[in-house]
């Protein structure tokens, strides 16, 4: 018989979407139905229930959070309260991303994608679903965020204030918003796994290698363009690379290694702005010749008016950027 997984009615919000959509890709919830009610004896007749129903409880398969006195959290390390959908993926979480990647639970892969996925795609939701804001209140924001983000898409599929829908046509919106928000999630995961972890490897060999593109061990070259900043941090803390000994530039290729080259600031956090060491202030918004005539290095392409990113024809230019960048 096929199991059924209860959720509210009504109003929803992304953190029941996904963790509905999850539920479905466990082996024990796959193919289930869905009920959207707050009558508690409907409710009780479900084999899991998340976001409604005020009880945490995984040996019940009970997920809520909106209960006074609940305070669960992913991990010690961690300190924003989970919503449903944080709920559902600490106690499913390694069987939806082993079952998206076709690999087995155990794998390292499979943790370390998890623990990424919390981090990067899961936390944010929990946070948005519990009023948690990014930034001290005290902050006044510099601009008005756009209405883009996975939470506030799912919240546009609820009908509009002037709008009216029968319970049934709400639930198909529901539906809706949970395929759209578990898409991103596969999106997610499937980016990690074949782009995001195979670019640690090439980072550590620049790493390894460093000395040999500029004598102060602060600038490494990439091979290939990939996603670098969060490696190479991790890499600098596991190996104390960290303040007079962290790397200032990257380097890498545009496309092929005897093409293009560019030379990229390190920023003081992977999705920050601020640089370790901004490339120099007389190089930026210059370009071609006439910045090979202020840098004195041959082959420039440009610098950026921001001064966080550079271009040379060559790679021999690009290290000759880098060693004045760091000089000066």
């Not at 919830?29 to 479900?46: H, I, M, N």
């Not at 129903?53 to 398969?61: F, I, R, S």
């Not at 593109?213 to 600098?236: F, Q, T, Y």
Request: net charge negative.
């Amino acid at each position: 018989m096929a199991k059924v997984i209860g959720t509210h009615s009504g109003h929803f919000h992304c953190d029941e979407a996904l963790a509905v959509w999850m539920l479905k890709q466990t082996k024990e919830f796959q193919g289930a139905s869905l009920v959207r009610t707050r009558d508690p004896s409907k409710l009780a007749e479900c084999n899991v229930v998340v976001d409604v129903g005020g009880v945490y409880d995984p040996a019940q398969h009970k997920y809520d959070h909106h209960q006074r006195g609940f305070v669960e959290t992913f991990d010690d390390k961690h300190a924003t309260k989970l919503s449903s959908a944080g709920l559902v993926y600490k106690h499913f979480g390694r069987e939806v991303i082993a079952n998206l990647l076709n690999k087995a639970e155990t794998e390292e892969e499979v943790e370390t994608i998890y623990q990424k996925t919390y981090n990067d795609f899961i936390e944010s939701l929990d946070a948005n679903d519990n009023g948690i804001s990014a930034y001290p209140n005290t902050l006044t924001p510099l601009f008005k965020e756009s209405p883009t983000s996975l939470a506030q898409r799912v919240g546009q599929k609820n009908p509009a204030w002037n709008e009216t829908l029968t319970d049934p046509e709400v639930d198909e919106r529901f539906i809706t918003a949970s395929d759209m928000a578990g898409s991103e999630l596969a999106g997610f995961v499937e980016g990690m796994a074949n782009s995001w972890l195979p670019a640690r490897s090439l980072v550590v060999d620049a790493l390894e290698k460093r000395d040999q593109v500029n004598s102060s061990g602060r600038v490494i070259a990439l091979e290939r363009s990939c996603p670098w900043k969060e490696h190479l941090m991790d890499l600098e803390k596991e190996r104390g690379l960290e303040g007079d000994k962290s790397i200032l530039y990257v380097l890498y290729p545009e496309s092929a290694p005897e093409g293009n080259w560019r030379i990229q600031c390190v920023p003081t956090r992977p999705q920050g702005f601020e640089n370790r060491k901004s490339l120099p202030e007389s190089w930026r918004g210059y370009r071609d010749q006439e910045l090979s005539g202020i840098s004195k290095v041959d082959g420039c392409i440009f610098v950026h008016a921001g001064g966080f990113i550079g271009g040379n024809k060559s790679r021999h230019g690009a290290y000759e950027m880098a060693r004045l960048a760091i000089e000066l």
